[in-house]
């Protein structure tokens, strides 16, 4: 106790690491270039899913792979340019989708993401935030028979999980969701998910919070970290040192140059996102939506509607295609067929984020090698908001010395050295 914990990163993952290690009783301050927020954890679709134990690489997917890269509508999308630069990665994620790796990944998904409701409730509540958490489930809608049939090992794997499932017919699928296009045929409810009704109020809610207890966030962007025999003494950044005896890397997407620095060649990769919104929408789902074979998200939020998805490969640096992101309004109002032809600017507002994400769609969480002071929270791809709960408890175990609530070995840092 009354050591200094710095955290790298004020993102969702950041900044619940952060409110775990300040009950804990640690001085706790956060560096962010950026105000609490502002990265992936600003645009995403919301869900809290415990059901998201599905790997982004899954048997079989591949052959599915062509056809989305031809399709201007499709899901995945590569710059061409881009292609020598993540072929290492994407060579991991193939062999990721080993049938029993995947058993594994399912199993570890499952344990960080059954709980994040729970887990986040209390710190919401002190923060007064906790009514941005809705419990309504959430809807997987399929066009066809076919498609439904399709995804059946994923919803087996679900199960095998303990996800409870409900099947939909089309009646039913009307009932639970009436501004859904009757183009859908199947559904799939899953009552135990949740969603948030706007990820950035939650972030900045719980680092309001953290400043009320007294701890900094200051605007610094992190480059490295001073070492003495392997000890930490401090967090070297743009603005200067800041001292501390352990630090939290949790820098999502951004994190790969902090754990190269301490030893860690980590093959952190983005997976490209982006949402629309369209404020005060003529139609608005009762709970989220997932279009199950567009693989895109409508979400029901305080700021108005979202539709949120897409991967698209092409680093951190290059600018956004805005086009995938009206892409998702076009797929969007066929699955809302309530909403208007089209909208003026002034109603839509459109986001690129850059999911954080390791070929096995698990994060990295566990000391560095060149340091048990340096803890890294990051890489948690599609799921970091409904992991980040569960993640932050975690970190906060580690630092605290005490054997984590979960089994971690899954999320290792060196398991792909
Ligand atoms: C389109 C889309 C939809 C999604 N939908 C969902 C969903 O429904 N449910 C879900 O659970 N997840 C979803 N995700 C994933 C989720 O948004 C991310 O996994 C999560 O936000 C990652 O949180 P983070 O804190 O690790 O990263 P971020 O929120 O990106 O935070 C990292 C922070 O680190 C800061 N930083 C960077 N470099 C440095 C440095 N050197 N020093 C200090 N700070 C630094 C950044 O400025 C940033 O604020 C979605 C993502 C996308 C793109």
């Known amino acids: 106790m009354g050591k200094t914990v710095g955290v790298i990163g004020a993102g969702m993952v950041g900044i619940t690491a952060a409110s775990f290690l300040q009950r804990d009783g640690y001085k706790v301050f956060v560096l962010d270039p950026g105000a609490p927020g502002e990265g992936t954890s600003f645009g995403n679709a919301g869900c809290l899913n415990g059901s998201s134990v599905v790997p982004m690489s899954m048997p079989g997917m591949i052959r599915n792979v062509p056809g989305w890269l031809l399709d201007p509508l499709g899901p995945l999308a590569i710059r061409w340019r881009y292609l020598p630069v993540v072929a290492p990665w994407l060579v991991q994620f193939i062999r990721a989708a080993a049938p029993e790796r995947v058993k594994a990944q399912a199993r570890a998904l499952r344990a960080l993401l059954a709980p994040s409701i729970e887990t986040l409730l209390p710190l ?21 028979e076919e498609s439904f049939r399709k995804d059946q090992a994923a919803w087996q794997l ?21 501004a859904l296009s009757r183009e859908f045929t199947r559904g799939i409810l899953v009552e135990e998910n949740g969603h948030l009704g ?12 953290l400043r009320r207890n007294g701890a900094e966030i200051h605007m610094a962007r992190a480059m490295g970290f001073a070492l003495e025999g392997g000890r930490l003494k401090a967090i070297r950044t743009d603005r200067g040192e800041f001292p501390c005896e352990r630090a939290v890397v949790a820098a999502g997407a951004w994190s790969k140059p902090l754990a190269a620095e301490l030893g860690d060649a980590v093959p952190l990769e983005t997976e490209r996102g982006y949402h629309i919104m369209i404020r005060d929408p003529e139609a608005m789902p009762r709970l989220p939506v997932a279009d199950a074979d567009g693989k895109f998200v409508a979400t029901p939020m305080e700021t108005g509607l979202r539709f949120a998805g897409t991967v698209e490969l092409a680093g951190l640096d290059a600018s956004p295609d805005w086009r995938r992101a009206r892409i998702l309004l076009e797929q969007g109002r066929r699955l809302l067929p309530g909403l208007k032809e089209s909208y003026p600017e002034e109603r839509l507002s459109l986001w690129m984020g850059h999911r954080p994400s390791l070929p096995d769609s698990l994060p990295c969480l566990g000391p560095s090698a060149r340091s048990p002071d340096v803890i890294y929270a990051f890489g948690h791809g599609h799921v970091g908001m409904a992991a980040s709960p569960v993640t932050g408890k975690l970190v906060a175990d580690l630092v605290g010395g005490r054997v984590p609530a979960i ?9 792909f050295a």
């Not at 919401?124 to 066809?144: C, F």
């Not at 679900?158 to 009436?178: F, M």
């Not at 899954?410 to 398991?415: D, H, K």
């Open 124 to 144: 919401a509540k002190d923060a007064g935030v906790a009514d941005l958490i809705h419990h309504k489930g959430h809807l997987w809608a399929y066009r066809t």
């Open 158 to 178: 679900r199960r095998d999980n303990g996800v409870i499932v409900t099947e939909l017919d089309a009646d039913q699928l009307r009932q639970a969701e009436p």
């Open 198 to 209: 706007n990820p950035l109020r939650m972030v900045q809610g719980l680092a309001e919070q």
């Open 407 to 415: 089994d971690i070995t899954p999320f290792r840092p060196g398991r």
